[in-house]
């Protein structure tokens, strides 16, 4: 199966053909999808050492649960799917060139975004 993948970065617009398996895109959304709708519930307070061997606690290292699905789970198995995947084709363009492509699918990045 061939998929095409449009993003945007500070130096203008990618475009790639990728090629993998069916289910390799498939696992691939549906674990992002459990990832986004996973319980955001907070962790308790129980004490730990940070990898410097600084005490710290899980709230502050890992957050909720939904951060340590995406850490242990989401990850892994993404990783996994893109290992079954490859880069066919990339096209670079200029923002102006892929607007007149893909109108308003193409967002310029803005200084908030640079922080992602």
């Not at 939904?66 to 990850?75: I, N, R, T």
């Amino acid at each position: 199966m061939r998929n095409w993948s449009l993003w945007t970065g500070k130096d203008g617009v990618n475009l790639a053909l990728e090629e993998g398996s069916w289910w390799s895109w498939w696992l691939e959304d549906a674990i992002c999808w459990l990832c986004d709708h996973f319980p955001a519930i907070p962790l308790p307070p129980v004490p730990m050492k940070d990898d410097d061997g600084n005490p710290t606690d899980w709230s502050d290292w890992y957050g909720d649960t939904q951060q340590l699905f995406h850490l242990y789970v989401c990850s892994p198995i993404c990783q996994f799917c893109w290992d079954h995947q490859k880069d066919v084709e990339k096209i670079e363009m200029s923002y102006e060139d892929a607007i007149i492509s893909f109108g308003d699918r193409v967002k310029r990045p803005t200084l908030d975004d640079e922080d992602d």
